[in-house]
């Protein structure tokens, strides 16, 4: 794994940013969320919004509920709702040193870097490359598998 932790001097921390629906926990989400964290020290996370969700079925837990249970989580640090508009927004209030994507995040890392660069801002995008391949891991498979279970 290629490590982005600087060295400590003085107090400077790296922080990193992972992004996420986070609509029914599973540990998928904690083996992304935990893999982020090792990249440097403070982890963030923005959830998303139910507005900015278009790609998939909306979320079945509110956005407020969400970023309650996220927000809980030991490894993170600091989580935060997302924009309503503009994805760029939070980026720049929490000015992360890397941006972690998910292995299956439809964004394009040097895409991703190149907007931000244009907006005057340094930093790094990896994608965490693993996934974990349990049972249940994924809010969507969650989700059938209860509305199997009760329509039978
Ligand atoms: C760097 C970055 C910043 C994001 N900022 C926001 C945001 O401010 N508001 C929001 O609703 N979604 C934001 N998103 C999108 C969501 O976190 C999420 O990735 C997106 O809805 C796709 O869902 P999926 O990851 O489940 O496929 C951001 C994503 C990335 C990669
Ligand atoms: N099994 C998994 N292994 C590793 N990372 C995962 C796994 N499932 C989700 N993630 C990551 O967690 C983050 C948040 O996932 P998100 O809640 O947006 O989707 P999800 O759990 O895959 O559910 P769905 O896409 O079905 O709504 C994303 O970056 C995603 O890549």
């Known amino acids: 794994m290629i490590v982005y932790r ?10 990193v940013l992972a992004t996420g629906t986070f609509d029914l926990l599973h540990p998928g989400h904690i083996h992304y969320l935990s ?8 982890l963030y996370v923005i959830v998303a919004r ?11 837990i509110p956005d407020e ?3 309650e249970m996220v927000s809980s989580l030991k ?7 997302g924009s309503e508009s503009d994805i ?6 929490i000015k992360p040193d ?5 292995y299956d995040q439809g964004f394009d890392a040097r895409h991703l870097e190149k907007e931000l660069r244009s907006r005057g801002f340094d930093c790094k995008v990896v994608r965490i490359e693993t996934s974990l391949n349990c049972l249940l891991c994924g809010s969507g498979k969650i989700v059938k598998k209860v509305l199997e279970r009760y329509q039978e």
Do not use: C, W
């Open 75 to 81: 490894i993170v640090d600091k989580a935060l709702l």
């Open 35 to 42: 893999e982020a964290k090792k990249l440097g020290d403070k």
């Open 88 to 93: 760029f927004d939070p980026i720049m209030q």
């Open 65 to 67: 509920q969400r970023l």
């Open 98 to 102: 890397i941006i972690a994507l998910g």
């Open 50 to 60: 139910e507005s900015m969700i278009r790609h998939k079925p909306k979320p079945i």
């Open 6 to 15: 600087r060295q400590h001097t003085g107090d400077v921390l790296v922080k």
